[in-house]
């Protein structure tokens, strides 16, 4: 297994990719981007697999656009590696498969599209909640029972009511930065629409499993992201509207600070009593 490169922020080291030839890529699982029930948290794994996707896509003008991951295991805190495929490379997108193995067993399965930036016949988003900036919230005080993910990130709560707290509405968010910045860039958004608590949290009144079943990511602005400056935070919102027989789901959303949408996504997921091990 390589060595990871030094002398960069965590979160690209952790993330480091080394190609082993016929589109396998070989990388370390962090026990830094681990979360509350163990093994690295989904965001982080799809920033791995994304790092090897975009290497074998090898074409800076072919942004990350969507990406769907179904996550079968969770991998352990050890040497993985990840098989990419080019199903199709076109004109204007190129469609990419890839597979995280752990030892021969397969641990997650994604598909990804990657295209350039093309004039449209229509331009139009959404604007992001209205809430206050940073400097008039209290920054989440950093704790040591906090799971590893947590404790890699600044947050600064805006949205929603606290966890665990009984409230009507699962829907939670904020502010949020790494304690060590990396570049804004597709992997970085793709660990950032999984890194909040689970949306259903406010909603308890009391902590569950909640493992990701599966978690398809679009990415709406990679020039914008490209701009971003690392030490930026950026704003974020998870909300579901629906929790049933032990599945919920969850819309996440990403903007910058001028209010552009960097990227948006939904997942599925399981929901536990802590008393019932999480599948």
């Given at each position: ?112 599209a990657f295209g350039g930036t093309f004039p449209s016949p229509a331009e139009f988003a959404s604007p992001p909640p209205d809430v206050r900036p940073v400097s008039e919230l209290r920054q989440t005080e950093d704790d040591p029972s906090y799971p590893p993910i947590a404790r890699r ?117 399981l929901l536990r009593p802590l008393a019932i091990p999480g599948a």
């Amino acid at each position: 297994m390589s060595t990871p490169p030094t002398g960069q922020p965590d979160f690209v080291r952790d993330t480091a990719v080394t190609p082993e030839g016929d589109g396998v890529y070989s990388a370390t699982c962090s026990p830094a981007w681990g979360i509350p029930a163990g093994g690295p948290n989904g965001g982080y794994l799809a920033a791995l697999v994304l790092r090897a996707m975009l290497a074998e896509v090898a074409d800076p003008a072919r942004h990350a656009r969507s990406l769907t991951l179904h996550y079968l295991r969770a991998p352990k805190n050890s040497g993985v590696r990840i098989h990419v495929s080019v199903e199709r490379s076109g004109r204007t997108l190129s469609t990419v498969s890839a597979r995280l193995e752990q030892d021969g067993v397969p641990c997650v399965i994604a598909i990804g599209a990657f295209g350039g930036t093309f004039p449209s016949p229509a331009e139009f988003a959404s604007p992001p909640p209205d809430v206050r900036p940073v400097s008039e919230l209290r920054q989440t005080e950093d704790d040591p029972s906090y799971p590893p993910i947590a404790r890699r990130f600044e947050f600064w709560g805006a949205i929603g009511k606290r966890p665990f707290s009984g409230a009507d509405k699962a829907d939670t968010g904020g502010w949020l930065l790494l304690r060590e910045p990396a570049p804004v860039d597709a992997p970085l958004l793709a660990l950032m629409v999984d890194a909040w608590l689970p949306a259903v949290f406010p909603v308890l009144t009391m902590p569950a499993f909640a493992p990701t079943i599966d978690l398809t990511i679009h990415f709406r602005s990679p020039d914008a992201a490209a701009v971003q400056a690392p030490g930026d935070p950026l704003l974020a919102r998870y909300s579901s509207t629906t929790s049933r027989d032990g599945y919920f789901e969850e819309d996440a959303f990403v903007w910058a600070a001028d209010g552009t949408l960097l990227a948006q996504s939904r997942q599925l997921a399981l929901l536990r009593p802590l008393a019932i091990p999480g599948a």
